[in-house]
């Protein structure tokens, strides 16, 4: 595991403090205190003996200092959740304790003395280590199970079902969908999901139980839930244009995603939710209110912890629904609000834009939706952070239109036809068909409670296009687009 070998290269180094970041902390303190004691140097010698403290059998944390101080070199403190007692709740630090480490870190980290402090936690290190010992501390984040890791643990299930008559053994192509859906969970996570799916599923392991686990751990993840969708794009009339690009450019290790730009109500949600089934990739949907705190460092924690949840579960879709309304702030100038918030929302999420254009793993293709570009600051938009230029999803044409109706008359059972859907968004039309079906009448009839917003965000939707003519491409076929534009001004 890369996070073990980084471990210790860093007491190698001499670091007299670390601090690993982990959602498994008795797994990790098991690995870490596995690994210190079977270390060897190149000439086989031992070198390292670990020492644990746990607060529950030890509730004095003035016993870590002890346990360093009366060690003998070579000692390694492992110390659960020791970040705990570094801060006081409304006094700031521990004074006597961090003083005692800030103290003695040149001491620990002689190769006379050398000794070395192991905290192990969840939370991230900004928020756990005081800034005054900060640069003394080595961080270490010990990352969910890998791929190989959950094909060990799927073989390992597997093998122990076998001898269970109802137990259907998946195909290697069923096998390699399952460890997809496992990706991102935590190791025992993964193991009782596993064994919870062949229990319910009356012999067999499937995905989806799996991925619908996995949804209830996401949901303890602030800012990002887990989107199980149906829709494909069978259900999705247009976007020829912007379907063709995605679908040849998803899976190619260069991509980064794309932004689509529109009017409410013409199905971008839906595209971005509709790709995940078409390519097999899970989608992420964010939730940018979630992720700013009320105390001083929280926003950016929550921030930092959501980048990290998305980079776990690469290869994924995230979907950041309506982005002018999650980012209108960081710029600054337009909104306001980097006067009034201290600069948090653009701190928090410089991380993230930053993550956009040169953080981003590989498998990460984030998919923007936005109604009012005048609202985003201009460098969530540059050539850089997405593929191409914004996608411009009008309202349908004609021929869409009655597409989307048959569509949905079909869906909701109903019948009939409004006497006039000029300036109508596909959301419109599913609406009426919806309507139709609760009034038991025809969509004709149905057609009076229906007012698009064309006519209700008329000027707004005029200055939207006035923007997009030479700024974006079309999403759907050009030639259609212009009888669209015909049509609906």
Known sequence: MESLK???????????YLYVETNEINETVNSIVDTVENYQNVNGDKIYWPALWDFEKSPDPEQVLLLLEESAKGTVVVAKNFNWFLKKEYEGIDKAIVS????????????????????????????AIPKEINKDFFPVQFEPASRSEIERIYDSIVDGAKDNPKFKNPSEEEKQIVIDSALGMTRRDCTNALAYSIIDDGGELKAKTVSKLKAKDIEKTAGIKFGDYPDTFKTLKGYEVVKDFVLGTIKSPLSKGIMLLGPPGTGKTKFSRCIGNEVGLPVFEMECAELFGGLVG?????WGELIRFITANAPCILLIDEIEKGFAGAGGSRSGSAGTDG???????????KFLSDGRPEGIYVIATCNDISALPPEWVRPGRWDTSPFFVDLPNDEEKVEILEYYKELHGVVG????????????????????????????????????????????????????EKRTISASTTIKRKKARAVEL
């Not at 600069?343 to 834009?353: E, H, I, V, W």
């Open 6 to 16: 980084q471990l210790l290269t860093a007491l190698r180094a001499g670091y007299p």
């Open 417 to 468: 036809t409004p006497a006039d859907m000029h300036g109508w968004a596909g959301a419109e039309i599913e609406a009426v068909c919806r309507i139709s079906k609760m009034r038991s009448e025809t969509i004709g009839e149905a057609a009076r409670w229906v007012i698009p917003n064309s006519v209700t965000m008329g000027d707004e939707i005029k200055s939207l296009r006035k923007w997009a």
């Open 343 to 353: 600069g948090t929302t653009t701190r928090s999420t410089s991380q993230f834009l």
């Open 100 to 127: 005692a480490l800030q103290n003695n870190s040149d001491i620990y980290s002689s190769r006379d003395y050398r000794k070395a402090l192991i905290i192990v936690s969840n939370e991230s290190f900004g928020s």
């Open 298 to 302: 929280d926003s950016e924690k929550l």
